[in-house]
């Protein structure tokens, strides 16, 4: 054996990533594609054209449809029951979260869950509105969150994070630049680990503020957004958002104040991922104006 080192040329050094790419390329691949960060997170969308007719009403045999397809897509499981029982257990108290102000969660959507629920086996004793204070979260072993999709005048975005606002006990100290701080929410004793699932009504979003609905900015999206990582299920409904206000103006139209919470959640509270190249989006149904 020769004990002279092996110098490398610039022709060894182009052979050899020549051959790299070859082989990246052989797989199916590119360099850009190894590089890429792995999703982490997996989120579904499914939206019916059906779903609300010309007077915005919900045609609850479409909406239990798209129910049926998310629970199965977030799930993997073939059917509701056995998605609801990898998520849940039948002697759960399980606490549903919907939004109660502003732009309210569909009833037809709660109603729907509820039923869903006791097909599966979770008697309806033990299935209760838990959006109030912290006594509601501390009374129940899971939560199923259950907001609606919109922007907020105090929270820049007030869907998925903020919708446990209440449970808190002090809503107003999340208000402004401290809608960075609502993460903190889900990692408060009475909350942290109970939520099983993020299901979020996208039927009709409000894309700018309040403190009433202008009805300017209301919009037949006709979609559900669900996931278990309540940081990756905000992200998609963020972008949404800003797509919308984007595709209004013509413009970037900014939230006011900035949506802080969801990168925060993220990266300060541990919650989730934030950043959409690690979210896999899982769409199904209606692709117009998807938005996402």
């Known amino acids: 054996m020769s ?19 070859l082989g990246v390329a052989a797989m199916g691949g590119t360099l850009e594609a190894l590089a890429a960060p792995v999703p982490t997170s997996h989120v579904v969308l499914v939206r019916e054209q059906w779903v609300l007719d010309g007077q915005h009403a919900v045609n609850s045999g479409i909406l239990k449809i798209m129910l049926r397809n998310l629970l199965t897509k977030v799930t993997g499981k073939p059917d509701p029951i056995s998605a609801w029982l990898s998520l ?17 969660t569909h009833p037809e959507l709660i109603e729907l869950v509820q039923a869903s629920l006791m097909e599966s086996g979770v008697p309806k004793s033990n299935i ?11 009374a129940c072993t899971a939560l199923i969150a259950l907001p609606a ?3 907020h005048w105090l929270t820049g975005i007030g869907t998925v994070l903020k919708n446990y606002i209440t449970l808190s ?10 809608n960075a701080n609502l993460g903190e929410i889900w990692n408060m004793p009475h909350v942290k680990g109970k939520t099983k699932l993020v299901v ?10 309040g ?5 300017r900015y209301l919009w037949d999206y006709k979609g559900l957004i669900a996931g278990r990582d309540p940081v990756a299920v905000e992200a998609v409904c963020l972008k949404v958002i800003l797509q919308k206000r984007q595709a209004l103006r013509g413009e970037p139209w900014t939230l006011s104040p900035p949506p802080l919470c969801v990168e925060m959640a993220d990266k300060k509270y541990g919650l989730g991922t934030s950043r959409m190249e690690q979210i896999q989006l899982d769409r199904t149904g209606w692709n117009v104006d998807a938005l996402v």
């Open 3 to 21: 004990d002279d080192k092996h110098v490398i040329t610039r022709r060894d050094f182009v052979r050899g990533t020549v051959g790299a790419t």
């Open 88 to 104: 849940v257990k039948t002697d759960d108290v399980i606490g549903l979260v919907a939004t109660d102000h502003l732009n309210k």
């Open 128 to 138: 209760r509105d838990a959006q109030g204070g912290p006594e509601k979260a501390r």
């Open 149 to 151: 999709l919109k922007a």
């Open 169 to 178: 006990g002090n809503p107003s100290s999340y208000h402004g630049a401290n």
């Open 200 to 209: 979020v009504d996208a039927l009709r979003p409000l894309c700018d503020k």
């Open 211 to 215: 403190p009433q609905p202008d009805p």
